[in-house]
């Protein structure tokens, strides 16, 4: 099956930190630019970030900012998103696709649900 697995999301306390990563079963990563999205309760999809084929991240949400990290492991075929000093904000679930234009993305993670909360 062509998709992403993803894994590392759970419950943190505020100012914790969390790494996600996102294993593609079926494909290569190599050579396609991963985007990163979160649907927060109640929100629309939106995305956090994109990686492209050269390892170089951009971070589209300001809150974010400083905090988040995303990095690629072409030889392991895996995606990460590091994430610091976590937010109550920041809750939601976490994706990983094979773009970092949603409309263009073929293969997806399953989605890892991330708590922020005391």
């Known amino acids: 099956q062509l998709q992403f697995v993803e894994s590392g999301g759970g419950l943190v306390e505020p100012g914790g930190s969390l790494r996600l990563s996102c294993v593609a079963s079926?494909?290569?990563?190599?050579?396609?630019?991963i985007g990163w999205f979160r649907q927060a309760p109640g929100k629309e999809r939106e995305k956090i970030s994109c990686?492209?084929?050269?390892?170089?991240?951009?971070i589209y949400i300001d809150s974010m900012k400083g905090r988040f990290t995303a990095s690629r492991d072409n030889a392991k075929n895996t995606v990460s998103l590091q994430m610091t000093d976590v937010k109550p904000e920041d809750t939601g679930s976490y994706y990983c696709?094979?773009?970092?234009?949603?409309?263009?993305?073929?293969?997806w993670g399953q989605g890892t649900p991330v708590t922020v909360s005391s």
């Open positions: 990686i492209n084929v050269r390892g170089v991240t951009t």
């Open positions: 696709a094979s773009s970092c234009t949603a409309a263009l993305a073929a293969y």
């Open positions: 079926g494909f290569s990563i190599f050579g396609r630019n």
